[in-house]
């Protein structure tokens, strides 16, 4: 009889959680209203120069993000204007709990409770509710050591993006807020994570050019341009990238069919 009853509550958690889950996800890719995106920065090393950064950055250092998804949206007919507005919280304190390297599965799901725990109760924002919020951890480029991997909840509509504290850099910043941005609305990476090269087809912003190489933009998913058979490049901004259609499909752009 307790048996059945502990097992019955179970389930019902799952089923709460299960619904949770595809609500947030017909709600963050209905495309009927604009996305509200908040980004966080963060003053990842506690570096003097890091901290100039983070206080001299405005709102409109983010507008690509905006313009990206305007721009390319369009290209898919979708009927919204703005799908994506950016607003810029004030900075964090706080560090994002760091993501378990070489992680088990129970390692990543503890994580990802953790992580969306840390989240709503670090909240730095009193605007009106954010559907995403993308924590930017700014480290100083004068700062040798190499960037923790960026990436996106879906369950949870969190991406964590670790980027440059620098005016050159903020354009990459972008581009991997729109990846990981992507990854929270239901897309998938479209690159080869031994080598970090994009995979083909999907992965390539003109899989059908002729000759194939040298690729001009890359694919947001994709990540890079094949320049050459042994060279991808990492864009510099969100100017050399494109939402190529497989991408569309999972963020509901384009139907699958
Ligand atoms: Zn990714």
Redesign the pocket.
């Known amino acids: 009889m307790f048996r059945q009853l502990r097992i019955l509550i179970l389930l019902g958690v799952l089923l709460v959680v299960s619904l949770n889950a595809m609500f947030s996800k017909i709600r963050t890719t209905d495309w009927d209203a604009p996305l509200w995106v908040i980004v966080y920065p963060v003053n990842a090393d506690g570096r003097a120069d890091t901290q100039r950064y983070v206080e001299m950055l405005k709102e409109s250092d983010f507008d690509d993000i905006e313009n990206f998804f305007s721009k390319e949206s369009k290209r898919y007919q979708v009927a919204l204007n703005n799908p994506v507005q950016v607003m810029l919280a004030p900075q964090l304190e706080s560090q994002p709990p760091e993501p378990p390297k070489n992680s088990s599965i129970l390692d990543s799901v503890l994580w990802s409770l953790h992580m969306r725990y840390w989240s709503w109760q670090q909240d730095s924002w009193d605007g009106p509710d954010p559907d995403i919020k993308i924590y930017m951890s700014l480290y100083s480029p004068d700062n040798q050591q190499s960037l923790r991997h960026s ?2 909840l879906q369950k949870g509509l969190i991406g964590l993006v670790n980027g440059y504290a620098e005016k050159e850099y903020q354009g990459q910043n972008n581009l991997i807020a729109a ?2 941005l992507l ?1 929270t609305l239901g897309a998938s ?1 479209k690159y080869d994570p031994a080598t970090s090269w994009p995979i083909w087809p999907n992965g390539y912003a003109e899989p059908t050019k002729e000759p194939l190489l040298p690729q001009t933009y890359a694919e947001i ?1 994709g990540g890079r341009v094949q320049v050459s058979p042994s060279t991808a490049l990492v864009p510099p901004s969100l100017d050399h990238v494109v939402v190529g259609p497989a991408t569309a499909i999972e963020v509901n752009w384009l139907s699958g069919e």
């Open positions: 990436l996106g990846h990981e990854h990476d998913m």
